[in-house]
């Protein structure tokens, strides 16, 4: 299985356009010891030809055309994309698939309550079913093992299993709306295999419980939610707003933080993602880098690939 992180930052970015943090401000003024990142993006393949997105990010237009593998090659309209599996439906993940309307079909595998959420909710999304067979929208439970199609309707030999993390749905869907909606659908965490490896994506995660760190203890390779280091780092940084757990992301640091509480597994190779701009992990000459490579964890940069 070949993993390409096309983006590793959380919403927004790093730089994020209206955000004069430190580590924002450092890295526009050329002295920032890291580097800068596009909104968290995963491209996976068996064979190289066809290949399915993790999620749709808004800088997703650009992250194809620097990916030449996600190029057209035959034909006048073309595109090696399979299809996209969502994890929830954050604007982060969701709206790349408004820059993926020019009638090429896909697949999109989602959740019950997230399709209808973009398809009754949002009518912009009615562009992805313009014409038949545009978008085939495919269904997802969390529980559920599924086989993730090539280009051509055939079994890609990635299978995918989904959990659910959490039931909070993003901020533009009602508290009305929430409540008719299924709980356990909101935010999936993602188990794919192939040829006997295993990936983890779990991009938001909001708690650390038992059951999930023995899920993935299974893992060959785990990318996880590094998105902020600390439980009030965007009240120190914007003067008030929400925590980290607030926001749905158990912060990297602290005694409940995800270092200490995933320190016990130890078949993974632990890689966060999804970080946002405020995080001082990013900053390679500072001590909470040192901190997470000294524990063995890496930290997701745009243009890293695998191979499981
Ligand atoms: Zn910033």
Redesign the pocket.
């Known amino acids: 299985m070949y993993i390409e992180i096309l983006g590793s930052a959380a919403g927004?970015g790093?730089?994020?356009w209206n955000?004069?943090?430190?580590?924002?401000?450092a890295?526009r003024s050329g002295i920032f010891h890291g580097k800068p990142r596009t909104q968290t993006q995963l491209a996976i393949s068996i064979d190289r030809r066809s290949w399915i997105l993790l999620n749709a990010s808004p800088d997703l237009r650009l992250q194809i055309e620097s990916s030449s593998f996600l190029h057209p090659e035959d034909g006048l309209r073309n595109s090696p994309i399979a299809g996209v599996l969502l994890t929830s439906g954050d604007i982060d993940q969701i709206a790349g698939l408004l820059s993926l309307r020019e009638l090429q079909p896909f697949r999109v595998y989602c959740t019950p309550s997230i399709r209808r959420i973009l398809q009754e909710d949002n009518s912009a999304f009615a562009m992805l079913s313009r014409v038949p067979r545009q978008v085939s929208w495919t269904e997802i439970h969390p529980g559920q093992n599924f086989s993730l199609l090539d280009t051509t309707g055939n079994d890609s030999g990635i299978c995918a299993s989904v959990f659910s993390l959490g039931s909070r749905y993003p901020a533009y869907v009602s508290k009305q709306r929430a409540n008719q909606l299924c709980g356990e659908d909101a935010l999936l965490g993602v188990i794919l295999q192939a040829s006997g490896q295993t990936l983890a994506y779990l991009p938001a995660v909001p708690a650390i419980d038992d059951a999930l760190l023995h899920r993935l203890q299974s893992a060959d390779l785990l990318l996880f939610d590094g998105t902020f280091w600390s439980d009030d780092e965007l009240i120190k940084?914007q003067g008030g707003g929400a925590t980290a757990r607030e926001m749905g992301h158990v912060p990297v640091s602290g005694a409940d933080g995800s270092l200490r509480k995933l320190a016990s597994l130890d078949r993974p190779r632990k890689i966060f993602i999804h970080i946002?701009?405020?995080n001082p992990m990013l900053d390679e000459a500072g001590p909470e880098y040192r901190e997470v490579r000294d524990a063995g964890w890496e930290i997701a940069e745009d243009g890293t690939r695998f191979e499981l």
């Open positions: 927004g790093f730089p994020q955000c004069n943090c430190a580590n924002c401000h890295l940084v946002n701009n405020t």
